[in-house]
């Protein structure tokens, strides 16, 4: 008989199951979840997928979703960790790292527009970019349609957050640049009720700054060309609310600070204008309610004798239950004296050092009128001031004048 030698070789594949080509695959388990399941329990990755041909315009990894619903979490390549980064994309000096694309070919509907890539995370960082370089980005977006970029939601916490930890950096956290007519950086509020603000800036510092345009800042603007067309702003407060409880420009300080601050070399340091030509309105408001403050306060502060204040076309009106001007009638009650009345007015009484510009009018009521020359004086015996004739006549009933105070 005649002897046939061969020789048997065993392959022996770390707990690898099959069960036919229709069924899920395992390496390194044997119950495998989807279609091909890797697990690695030692210090070594799980998987590696290297593309080692420069010149090949293909994917080491592949990773595509078909799924037609957009409220199921369906991803074409999907990273998770318990501690560490579900997944890290490393790229070279031009590539990316992890790329995300959206191809489809809806116009409309429920399903229209996704996600190139989605981060999720319970309580840590759903998605995290990380740069050595100086001219590339740790996280990069772009829509070349009518989409976004990048996109950040939240149902709780803050849907983008961007921080710089070094104290030595002094580069932009964000930056945000177009070359189009768009806005680079645009903040909305969808709510309808609550203080809530569309951008909110806050700043720590306590650094003294020169002039208007060097201090600290909660939010800074700035026109950088020197050729500003007109009514170009820094910073432009808009209110679309058409009754009379909306603001502009808000301004606060909690202290005894500028709520508003206004500088210029030489044009105007704050210009108010309203464009109503019938109704009441007003250009520049002042108000206080400290009996000691002062709601417009006007001063030259260059050497010599320059102009505080200057009224250019218009009268001066005053309004309201104090004003300092008035008209006084000398009555029976106020003529203390053969040739005096007295002024009971709050603005004048206690106030010594109060100066009085009076003129005598015609009552047309009586047609009654004071025909002799008048002084003023301030009796300190009554604290209050007194009109008199200078020629010692008496002042008729009922005669008029009109009294314009200024304090000092």
């Not at 189009?180 to 709510?191: R, V």
């Not at 106020?334 to 109060?354: A, F, Y």
């Not at 200078?390 to 005669?399: K, L, S």
């Amino acid at each position: 008989m005649k002897k046939v030698s061969f020789t048997m070789f065993i392959f022996i594949f770390p707990v690898l199951a099959f069960v036919g080509l229709a069924q899920n695959v395992g390496i390194g388990t044997t119950s495998p979840s989807d279609k091909l399941t890797v697990f690695q329990d030692g210090t070594s990755g799980a998987g590696r997928f290297v593309n080692s041909n420069a010149a090949a315009l293909k994917s080491a990894l592949y990773g595509e979703s078909n799924h037609a619903s957009n409220s199921t979490l369906v991803a074409g390549v999907e990273g998770r960790s318990v501690n560490g980064f579900g997944m890290i994309g490393h790229g070279g000096p031009t590539s990316v790292g992890i790329f995300g694309a959206v191809i489809t070919t809806e116009t409309g509907g429920a399903f229209f527009g996704g996600t190139g890539i989605s981060g999720f995370s319970d309580i840590g960082n759903g998605t995290v970019g990380v740069t050595y370089h100086a001219a590339s980005a740790g996280v990069y977006g772009t829509a070349t349609g009518t989409g976004t970029g990048v996109k950040g939601t939240s149902t709780l916490g803050i849907a983008a957050r961007f921080e710089n930890t070094n104290n030595a950096n002094s580069s932009n956290v964000l930056q945000a640049e177009t070359n189009g007519t768009g806005i680079p950086l645009f903040g909305k509020s969808t709510a309808t009720t609550g203080p809530i603000s569309g951008v909110y800036g806050e700043t720590n510092s306590t650094s003294f700054g020169i002039g208007a345009s060097g201090g600290v800042s909660g939010v800074f603007g700035k026109v950088a060309t020197v050729s500003a067309g007109g009514y170009s702003a820094g910073v432009r407060g808009v209110n679309s609310s058409t009754g009379g409880s909306g603001i502009g420009v808000i301004g606060y300080q909690a202290g005894s600070g500028w709520g508003v601050y206004g500088e210029t070399p030489s044009g105007f340091g704050v210009y108010g204008l309203t464009t109503n030509n019938t109704g009441v309105s007003t250009g520049v408001r002042g108000e206080t309610f400290s009996i000691n403050g002062t709601a417009v306060e006007a001063k030259y502060s260059g050497a010599g004798v320059g102009v505080a204040l200057e009224i250019d076309n218009g009268v001066i009106k005053v309004t309201g239950p104090i004003k300092p001007a008035f008209v006084h009638t000398a009555t029976l009650a106020n003529k203390l004296s053969l040739n005096g009345t007295v002024i009971d007015n709050l603005i004048t009484n206690n106030c010594p050092t109060c100066i009085l510009i009076v003129t005598q009018r015609l009552n047309p009521s009586g047609i009654i009128y004071n025909n002799s020359p008048i002084g003023t004086y301030y009796n300190t015996i009554r604290d209050k001031w007194e009109i008199f004739n200078e020629n010692n006549t008496a002042i008729p009933t009922n005669a008029q004048f009109s009294v314009l105070v200024i304090t000092q």
